[in-house]
């Protein structure tokens, strides 16, 4: 609603106010009235009064077409950013190393295609992956730049760390959820274990000697319950990529493991790499002889990592909608699927834009409840 000012502009050399056809005098109470011109056209106006110094109030009123035309109008300037997007070179950000940004950027290769324009992956690790997720949060919401974020920045470094450098809750847009990693307990095969109770005793037999690694934390969680639960000995040593894990294994520097399939298939293939157990409802197809957790132990497992597409809050809806849709038709191609899913051990998706935000929520309740099962204090 807009208020006229008291004095309306005057033609040049003239004492009348110019009409513009929706100015009308009210009187300076104040009251909302329908005029005799709006009763004789059966309109109802919308009307707004407000008292001026000299008591004399000027108002402009709308009608209900005029207010519907504007509300038209509106939306097809909300839809047209999307309409001829993208026109320049869209950046994705992954606060990982290199071997943890293997789909990402299969992903960027795909909507390059499509798009005809470059789409440029950033590597920002550390810092338990806030430094990667702080550059997203961060960046301009123009729907130019983009995040891979696992659940640890989105879900449990809020709880893990007495400050993050930004809100996980207000700072991203949720768009889709691009698939769940199947983590797997690993050894060095110089350590001559084929289970979890070789390992532990192996642990015992050389106390202070072990040393795993991980780089999510209801991974890290779950052996140290294992360890509370056998006496296991067995030293944390935290990673910031599964690639630099991988690395780490194989050399003997740090010889136990959990992290994802898809980033040691040809380690495992090869032997170099002893499968002790995966966190799965069913063995791999890849790997069948290789036990589910369940199989193996009891009580809960784990909670699954995963991968989800987001953006700097306040990235145009019909941006988010457009690039959701053209990732579905892609993680959908028959092709995409067995390159990037099926031959890498890693569980699709799916959900997208408004579900993926409820998952994300859920999520985070989930991590809340595990962090302080944990007895873990932040730091």
Request: proline share 8%; charged share 20%.
């Amino acid at each position: 609603m807009t208020v006229m000012p008291e004095n309306p502009p005057r033609k040049r050399g003239s004492g009348n106010p110019v009409s513009t056809g929706c100015e009308i005098e009210a009187r300076p109470c104040g009251r909302r009235r329908q005029f005799p011109a709006m009763r004789r056209h059966g309109q109802r106006h919308i009307l707004h009064n407000s008292r001026s110094k000299g008591g004399r109030v000027v108002v402009l009123f709308f009608t209900r077409p005029l207010i519907a035309a504007t509300v038209a109008w509106l939306a097809l300037c909300a839809t047209a950013p999307a309409q001829d997007y993208p026109t320049r070179t869209i950046r994705v950000i992954i606060p990982l190393g290199a071997g943890g940004d293997v789909f990402t950027r299969a992903l960027a290769d795909e909507l390059h295609k499509a798009w005809g324009q470059p789409v440029v992956v950033e590597n920002r690790p550390g810092g338990g992956q806030n430094i990667g997720a702080r550059a997203c949060a961060e960046s301009a919401p123009d729907g130019y730049t983009f995040c891979v974020l696992s659940s640890e920045p989105v879900t449990y470094n809020q709880f893990l760390f007495k400050s993050i450098p930004y809100d996980p809750e207000k700072d991203f847009e949720p768009i889709s959820l691009l698939f769940l990693n199947t983590l797997a307990l690993v050894a060095n095969k110089s350590l001559g274990v084929k289970t979890i109770p070789d390992l532990v005793a192996l642990s015992k037999a050389k106390p202070g000697t072990l040393s795993y690694g991980t780089f999510a934390f209801p991974a890290a969680q779950f052996m140290e319950q294992l360890k509370k639960e056998t006496g296991a000995d067995i030293v944390r040593v935290p990673f910031r990529s599964g690639g630099e894990l991988v690395s780490a294994v194989l050399s003997g520097s740090t010889p136990v493991a959990i992290l994802a399939l898809s980033n040691m298939i040809a380690q495992l293939q090869s032997g170099h790499i002893t499968g002790l157990a995966i966190n799965s409802k069913t063995r791999s197809p890849l790997f069948p002889d290789i036990p589910t957790l369940a199989e193996v132990r009891s009580g809960e497992q784990f909670s699954v990592t995963w991968f989800g597409l987001f953006a700097p809050a306040g990235t145009p809806k019909p941006i988010l909608a457009k690039l959701a849709g053209e990732v579905a038709r892609i993680v959908d191609r028959r092709d995409f699927r067995q390159r990037m899913f099926i031959d890498r051990a890693v569980e699709a998706g799916g959900m997208r834009l408004d579900e993926f935000a409820q998952f994300v929520r859920d999520e985070r309740k989930r991590a809340e409840r595990i962090f302080g099962e944990s007895g873990l204090q932040p730091q």
